[in-house]
């Protein structure tokens, strides 16, 4: 069974920087190539959306249109870690913040690429 955690939410101004992290145990190592760990994030009365991904084998990344540039995805594969570096950040940054992690493949940026979910850990971010 695979397990995700995240950390490293809090509470910031605008224009500050803050990085998230989420380790993932029990990752199944044959699922080789398609292996992806991701971020999304729902801010209240929205929908969750896709923020970033990183393809496992070999730290291909993927951003949505709304953090390209301010946000950075990586990873640290001896650790099953994945990292989440926010820069710039904007009031409408603010959300949870879900790590996720499945064989996402053509589906990397949607719910349906991920079958392992962690409980989310708060960004606010004050103007």
């Known amino acids: 069974q695979v397990q995700v955690v995240e950390s490293g939410g809090g509470s910031v101004q605008a224009g500050a920087s803050l990085t998230l992290s989420c380790r993932a145990s029990g990752t199944p190592s044959f699922y080789g190539n398609y292996w992806f760990m991701a971020w999304f994030r729902q801010a209240p009365g929205k929908e969750r959306e896709f923020v970033a991904a990183?393809?496992?084998?070999?730290?291909?990344?993927y951003y949505a249109d709304s953090v390209k540039g301010r946000f950075t995805i990586s990873r640290d594969s001896a650790k099953n870690t994945e990292f989440l570096q926010m820069k710039t950040l904007r009031p409408d940054d603010a959300a949870n913040y879900y790590c996720?992690?499945?064989?996402?493949?053509?589906?990397?940026?949607?719910?349906?690429?991920?079958?392992?979910w962690g409980q989310g850990t708060q960004v606010i971010v004050s103007s």
């Open positions: 996720a992690a499945g064989v996402g493949g053509p589906n990397y940026n949607t719910d349906r690429g991920y079958r392992y």
């Open positions: 990183i393809r496992w084998i070999d730290g291909q990344t």
